[in-house]
């Protein structure tokens, strides 16, 4: 149980600090480049769909909180992209080393499709029904926050993924 828990502790400790200190401010406000979802995004595909949930409310709800803002939406959305990233542990087997061809296709669809479900239509959907957005507004920073993430985690995620496979000891490269 314990080893259960450090992972979403830990977790949450690396996204704030990816965060807080690896974003650059997006096009459309509201927006950024982060490194905090594809390391959500890789971590869940480790762990599994508890992991990324925890990991992404608890990472999520510390960095809104050091920002001086509670945004509800965003970490709710967020939590759910962790949950969904986590569904593809099973199909990776990242745990024992393997991350080929076609699991880099395999994560980056599940990725793209995980952040088209969160950013283009939940994330902007919750805004519209919790904040009282304008609909043009959130659609439009869904979009902008959808498009960054699946180009950062395709290009940052994958290569997570492929340094834990080398770092793996026992497997033939």
Same mark, same amino acid.
């Given at each position: 149980?314990?080893?259960?828990?450090? &992972?979403?502790?830990?977790?949450?400790?690396?996204?704030?600090?990816?965060?807080?200190?690896?974003?650059?401010?997006?096009?459309?406000?509201?927006?950024?480049?982060? *490194?905090? &979802?594809?390391? *959500?995004?890789?971590?869940?595909?480790?762990?599994?769909?508890?992991?990324?949930?925890?990991?992404?409310?608890?990472?999520?709800?510390?960095?809104?909180?050091?920002?001086?803002?509670?945004?509800?939406?965003?970490?709710?959305?967020?939590?759910?992209?962790?949950?969904?990233?986590?569904?593809?542990?099973?199909?990776?087997?990242?745990?024992?080393?393997?991350?080929?061809?076609?699991?880099?296709?395999?994560?980056?669809?599940?990725?793209?499709?995980?952040?088209?479900? &969160?950013?283009?239509?939940?994330?902007?959907?919750?805004?519209?029904?919790?904040?009282?957005?304008?609909?043009?507004?959130?659609?439009?920073?869904?979009?902008?926050?959808?498009?960054?993430?699946?180009?950062?985690?395709?290009? &940052?995620?994958?290569?997570?993924?492929?340094?834990?496979?080398?770092?793996?000891?026992?497997?033939?490269?």
């Amino acid at each position: 149980m314990r080893d259960r828990m450090a &992972v979403p502790c830990i977790g949450a400790g690396l996204f704030f600090i990816l965060a807080r200190f690896a974003s650059i401010p997006g096009p459309v406000a509201g927006s950024e480049l982060s *490194l905090q &979802v594809p390391f *959500l995004a890789f971590l869940a595909a480790l762990y599994g769909p508890a992991a990324g949930l925890l990991t992404g409310l608890a990472g999520q709800a510390l960095t809104d909180l050091a920002g001086g803002g509670f945004v509800i939406s965003r970490l709710l959305s967020i939590g759910l992209y962790g949950l969904l990233s986590g569904l593809l542990r099973d199909r990776l087997r990242l745990e024992n080393g393997e991350f080929s061809g076609g699991d880099i296709l395999r994560f980056n669809l599940f990725q793209l499709a995980g952040h088209a479900a &969160v950013w283009f239509l939940a994330d902007p959907c919750l805004k519209i029904l919790l904040e009282q957005r304008p609909v043009n507004e959130a659609f439009l920073q869904g979009l902008a926050c959808g498009i960054s993430h699946m180009i950062t985690t395709a290009l &940052v995620g994958t290569v997570l993924c492929l340094i834990w496979k080398t770092s793996r000891p026992g497997k033939e490269r």
